[in-house]
């Protein structure tokens, strides 16, 4: 079971240990699926199985004076095995093995990410049960517009994970492609269905057409699906930034005890990890735009991508396991407020009602820009007076000689708009 709130999984997949444990695994495959073909003595075969190794630092000695890693590291598996070495990275060219290799780490990295979205949906759909009839302040612009419970916005984002969690699906698909193809992908030394083979083996797709490197247009996607995920996390976490200014206090990351929230001010509790979420965020926009500036390279290749690969690829599948471990936890333990919120939704002094009063006005027979008129004149008034717009309604001429007072009593009544918000959960299959 994957840790839910660690990296150690991911530090592993990007690890030199691990990167040349899958070159290793991946110079096997093909090496058997050639010794199956008659191509690679079946004595030879077995020598390279049994004898093919690497050490890391020795490795790395190599390419100090090679200059380039996939030689270091098949000199460095010559020594293991022997004359017999002769039979490996047989009519490959560096970029199958990179590639390929790099493939399976993505798609490693890739589900380790995929189980932790399932289980942030998971906990957003669990709260959204929870405060389903919490009532909360709905704003546009920042400011109160009319009531929704607290529960609908947990669901809209479980929703909005719930296609990321799709979209993400289909970022490993485009991710986990492999090639065996030689030098600029023609196959002149290496027959295509070892390709087809060893990526079967290796649980790859192999590419339908590639050059001498797999297209990058895969690994933009992988990029800029984190990024996508990266913005719904941003979004949430700006919402909870919101509700925990001191003005809002309508919802609070947990602050468990012990915890310090300023070096100079012993009282704050500050919203540290969704501040967090925002910048981490940042840099996963960052690496899909160069993820984007990867998909064209010269010719049959350069390796302007490989490097920058090596960097934003390990930090941006980190990144995003970091960022789901901390808002999983964040989320399960949000501090929440109702009494806040009911605090909140009553500051207006009713005005959050005016569109009820303004639509019963024009079901009464007003037009609606008379009602419009009507309504919007009063509730000025309350603005400006600060007095109950209920109140001021009822001491209206024009609204009364419409609407009774119990005709307002409903209309002020914030319970029915449960009946609709239920019939999105059951749309959604919440309940």
Not at 225 to 236: N, Q, W, Y
Request: hydrophobic share 40%; glycine share 4%.
């Amino acid at each position: 079971m994957i840790d839910r709130y660690k990296t150690v999984d991911m530090d592993r997949i990007w690890s030199d240990q691990n990167r040349f444990e899958i070159w290793k695994k991946v110079e096997l495959a093909v090496t058997e699926v050639l010794c199956e073909r008659g191509v690679v003595p079946e004595k030879s075969w077995k020598v390279i199985k049994e004898k093919a190794d690497f050490r890391i630092e020795r490795v790395l000695e190599i390419e100090k004076e090679t200059r380039h890693d996939v030689i270091a590291f098949l000199t460095n598996m010559a020594e293991f095995i022997g004359p017999d070495s002769r039979f490996v990275h047989m009519g490959m060219t560096s970029s199958d093995l990179l590639d390929t290799s790099l493939a399976l780490q993505c798609r490693e990295a890739g589900l380790i990410i995929l189980e932790k979205l399932n289980i942030f949906h998971k906990v957003l759909c669990k709260r959204a049960i929870e405060f389903k009839d919490t009532f909360q302040m709905g704003r546009s612009h920042g400011i109160h517009a009319e009531p929704i419970t607290f529960g609908l916005k947990l669901a809209m984002w479980s929703e909005e994970i719930k296609r990321n969690i799709i979209r993400w699906e289909r970022a490993i698909d485009a991710i986990s492609i492999g090639q065996i193809s030689g030098a600029v992908g023609t196959y002149q030394h290496i027959d295509p269905d070892v390709e087809i083979e060893v990526c079967k083996r290796l649980e790859l797709s192999a590419a339908t057409v590639s050059n001498q490197v797999v297209q990058r247009d895969g690994h933009a996607e992988y990029l800029t699906t984190l990024a996508v995920i990266g913005a719904t996390l941003e979004k949430i976490a700006i919402e909870i930034r919101h509700l925990q200014r001191t003005e809002v206090l309508e919802a609070e990351e947990f602050f468990q005890k012990g915890q310090k929230g300023s070096s100079a001010m012993p009282h704050k509790r500050n919203p540290i990890v969704t501040e967090r979420i925002t910048g981490m965020a940042r840099l996963l926009r960052g690496n899909a735009h160069v993820g984007l500036e990867n998909v064209a390279l010269w010719h049959e290749r350069d390796i302007s991508h490989s490097s920058v690969e090596r960097v934003i690829l390990p930090d941006s599948t980190t990144i995003m396991d970091y960022s789901l471990n901390k808002m999983i936890y964040l989320m399960e333990n949000l501090l929440v407020y109702p009494d806040n919120m009911m605090k909140n939704i009553n500051l207006t002094c009713g005005l959050i009602f005016s569109q009820e009063v303004l639509l019963e006005l024009v079901k009464a027979g007003l037009t609606r820009e008379d009602a419009y008129s009507v309504v919007q004149r009063n509730a000025m008034k309350v603005w400006d007076e600060r007095t109950d717009f209920k109140e001021m309604l009822l001491n209206d001429s024009e609204v009364t000689k419409y609407l009774t007072r119990k005709d307002l009593d409903q209309l002020f009544d914030m319970e029915k708009i449960k009946l609709n918000i239920y019939k999105i959960y059951n749309r959604i299959g919440l309940n």
